[in-house]
């Protein structure tokens, strides 16, 4: 790979999942707008997400990576943000708890707009049109207005995710994660169900302890801990991701200041491809998906390209093998690493090879195969001398019913009831804290 690169360099690779503008001078006034407006985050958050991700790396710290797999314009509401934040933060929550290890949150949020798709175009009913590829590119109606990719949802969606994460920290800011009162994050009008008791339990336990602390300390917590919240998103709009790249005063080199923590996805990490080349060159701590078909030998070559300088913190290994899959794939990979001296950070993505079709053609996933994943992945690392890092989900505030199993008993008959993803199926309220509380077990027995 030639060691010139510049944000336009992806352009001279092949390109996969871009797309066709039926009208170039109009995308070129969009990308032209974009560049012009204020990042949506700073180098600052930047590199300091980067040297967190570095300690999850070497097990000081645990990642917890986690939203819609795709979010809407629509969800850019009051409500929907506030729960979003809500449950990944209960979640995280369980987790400092359990492991005993802080926790650093990203949200596949304020910005994951963009989606991969198998075939360019979707027939219905014999009239076809090209498939939805998000709320970035184009909508899910399908009309032919509808399915157009109109260069105006770029900017958009740079708004929406601007708005989207102002709501987040003003949330933040204001003290809504303030662990002296966790119960502001209780999702109301859910119900009661094993997981909300076991939270509640833990909630007071939690208070006593901080109450602890506060007088132990002579100060209120929060004086020394500041609630961080990420985000992130898949680098899939290579035009998109370039128009937010800039250089930031006092730094060397360039930053996507469009997301914390932009990630490469499954079908466009190709060596030679073009995302690779534009995600080489940007500062920002990077993820890559990492599936099956991901040989030892190419994902060495792969981690050199990413990150030749060995940097800590810099990239993330997100490891989406399936439940059957993943005993047999992933030990190979994880020696390979091991033996080359590379330092990445493995997070274990358990949503993404697990997913199926049922009869009627819903796609889901079952809780059974995903905590699987989650529980053999952390073994595999524990007997390899390696270290999970961190867990990738797909999931929701709402009580939506796209994933079947868990303690609510969800089963196929009840899909139909609250499927409300346009693309893959999340986990609901009750099913993430569950799989949280499982999660911190297993951290915490393997710690002691
Ligand atoms: C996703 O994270 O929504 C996704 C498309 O994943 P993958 O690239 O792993 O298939
Ligand atoms: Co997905």
């Known amino acids: ?28 006034d969009a990308l032209a707008r974009l ?14 997400l980067k040297k967190q991700l570095a300690e999850a790396g070497r097990g000081e710290r645990f990642l917890l990576q986690g939203g819609d797999c795709s ?47 198998s075939d360019p175009m979707e027939t219905i009913n014999g009239v076809t049109l ?23 949802n770029l900017i958009e969606a740079y708004s929406r995710s601007a708005m989207t994460i102002n709501f987040i920290r003003s949330l933040l800011a204001g003290g809504f994660a303030d662990i002296h009162h966790p119960e502001v994050w209780d999702l109301s009008g859910l119900g009661q169900n094993a997981q909300t008791d076991e939270y509640h339990a833990l909630v007071a336990q939690m208070r006593r302890s901080v109450r602890f602390l506060d007088a132990t300390l002579g100060r209120p917590l929060e004086e020394l801990t500041q609630t961080e919240f990420y985000t992130s998103h ?86 989406r093998m399936g439940s059957k899959k993943v005993a047999d794939k992933l030990p190979a990979l994880v020696a390979k690493i091991r033996s080359t001296g590379q330092v990445v950070t493995w997070c274990c993505d358990p949503m993404h090879g697990n997913t199926y079709k049922t009869a009627d053609g819903t796609k889901t996933r079952h809780f059974d195969d995903i905590l699987a ?19 990738h989900f797909e999931m ?17 008959a009840d899909l139909a ?8 199926p999340r986990m609901n309220y009750a099913q993430s804290l569950e799989l949280a509380f499982l999660v911190a077990r297993k951290l915490g027995s393997m710690r002691a």
């Open 1 to 28: 790979m030639s060691s010139e690169w510049s944000p336009s360099s992806w352009k001279s690779r092949p390109a996969k999942q871009q797309v066709e503008y039926d009208d170039p001078a109009e995308l070129a």
């Open 35 to 48: 560049a012009r407006l204020p990042p949506i985050v700073t180098s600052w958050e930047v590199e300091k």
């Open 71 to 117: 979010e809407r314009f629509t969800d850019c509401t009051a409500n929907l943000i506030d729960a979003k934040l809500k449950v990944l933060l209960m979640m995280s929550a369980v987790l400092v708890y359990g492991s005993g290890r802080p926790v650093v949150r990203v949200g596949r949020i304020a910005g994951q707009y963009a989606k991969p798709r």
């Open 130 to 152: 090209p498939s939805y590829r998000g709320d970035l590119v184009n909508r899910v109606d399908f009309t032919p207005e509808g399915r157009r990719p109109n260069p105006a």
């Open 234 to 319: 898949e680098g899939l709009h290579l035009d998109y991701e370039e128009a937010a790249s800039e250089r930031p005063p006092l730094r060397t080199g360039w930053y996507d200041l469009s997301t914390h923590l932009p990630w490469i996805g499954e079908r466009t990490r190709d060596l030679g491809g073009a995302h690779v080349e534009f995600f080489r060159g940007i500062k920002n701590p990077i993820g890559v998906k990492v599936g099956p078909s991901m040989d030892p030998n190419e994902l060495v070559e792969l981690v050199s390209v990413l990150n030749p300088a060995n940097e800590p913190g810099r990239l993330t290994l997100i490891v």
């Open 373 to 391: 994943e989650v529980t053999q992945s952390f073994d595999i690392h524990r007997d390899a001398g390696s270290v999970l890092g961190g867990v």
């Open 396 to 412: 929701t505030g709402q009580n939506v019913t796209e994933v079947v199993g868990g303690s609510c008993g969800l089963t196929e």
């Open 417 to 424: 009831t609250a499927y409300e993803s346009d693309v893959d």
